[in-house]
């Protein structure tokens, strides 16, 4: 064999290996992207579900779930794992009205209609009653808005404290300056 | 509903999570979730959180439901009702009665 023949098979030999290597980072990049539209998918359940149920249901339910389907149960089964994933999301969505219709009935009283999640200081989220009042701006508050936590620069805070109600339930008490309105839904 | 039922009656005693009950009943989860809702806020089941390590199980907690007392005694009582309806009418029997004849 001569010498230039036997660099062409080697370099021949190196392609296979790069475009091996190559494809196998392409599907995995695919593989990737296929599995974050399951979540996208999942979101969409999200959005339909009332808020105070965005945690009970989303974040410690279904999404550990497609998780778990996805990345453990058919780890070594990519294709039948996204099938299984993406028919678990679709399925969630068709079905996200109702769960939330037999999901409302069940939270705990006096549970207000709607709210705004807002971050502490502490890195907690809550569940607050009403709706976002800026006019509050008092900076002694113990909370920071959601948005103004992504917007810290322009200083909007929600003023209120943490206390314990005689049923022994830890509320945030949003200061109000004629009365107080209580109403956490939950706190992590 | 009663397929639900039936499998937390199976083995009342252990948990269950969404999936399982999905691959082995096969319902879809669309069905299956707000069932499980239903039957939280009826109080024969109660979900809670699975209390691990994610770190060390290598998954993320899972939801677990439990049949209550409450909810075994209602459960059992439903599904007998339920068969009572659903059997079918006993099948009357009819016999040729032999009368009068040749003699």
């Known amino acids: 064999m001569s ?15 790069l475009g091996k290597v190559c494809l ?3 599907s995995k990049q695919v593989q990737g992207w296929l599995f974050d539209l399951c979540f996208v998918v999942l979101r969409v359940v999200k959005r339909r579900l009332p808020t105070a149920l965005h945690v009970a249901r989303h974040d410690e339910e279904l999404a550990p779930e497609l998780k778990w389907i996805l990345f453990d149960r058919y780890a070594n ?11 678990f999301a679709l399925s969630n969505v068709r079905g996200a009205k109702k769960l939330a219709r037999e999901s409302v009935k069940q939270l705990p009283d006096p549970w207000p209609k709607w709210g705004h999640w807002v971050i502490l200081r502490d890195g907690r989220r809550v569940y607050i009653e009403g709706r976002r009042r800026w006019w509050f701006g008092h900076r002694v508050s113990a909370a920071v808005s959601l ?4 917007r810290r620069a322009r200083g909007r805070y929600v003023r209120g404290h943490w206390t314990t109600r005689p049923d022994g339930r830890r509320v945030y008490v949003r200061s109000h300056w004629r009365r107080e309105r209580t109403g956490v839904m939950r706190a992590e | 509903m009663a397929l639900v039922v039936r499998a937390f009656l199976d083995e009342p005693s252990k948990p269950k999570y969404g999936f399982e009950l999905m691959e082995s009943l096969g319902i879809s989860s669309g069905t299956l979730y707000p069932m499980l809702a239903k039957l939280e806020r009826l109080g024969w089941i109660e979900g809670h959180r699975e209390d691990i390590d994610p770190s060390v199980a290598g998954r993320p907690p899972r939801r677990n439901y439990c049949l209550t007392g409450e909810g075994l005694v209602l459960a059992r009582n439903e599904l007998a009702e339920l068969s009572d309806q659903l059997r079918p009418p006993q099948a009357v029997r009819i016999r040729p009665v032999i009368s009068g004849g040749f003699s």
């Open chain 1, 3 to 17: 010498p230039s023949s036997l660099i062409a098979v080697l370099a021949g030999l190196l392609l296979l290996v």
């Open chain 1, 24 to 26: 196998d980072l392409a």
């Open chain 1, 77 to 87: 089964e990519p294709v039948v794992g996204l099938y299984k994933g993406f028919r």
């Open chain 1, 147 to 150: 948005r103004a936590g992504r």
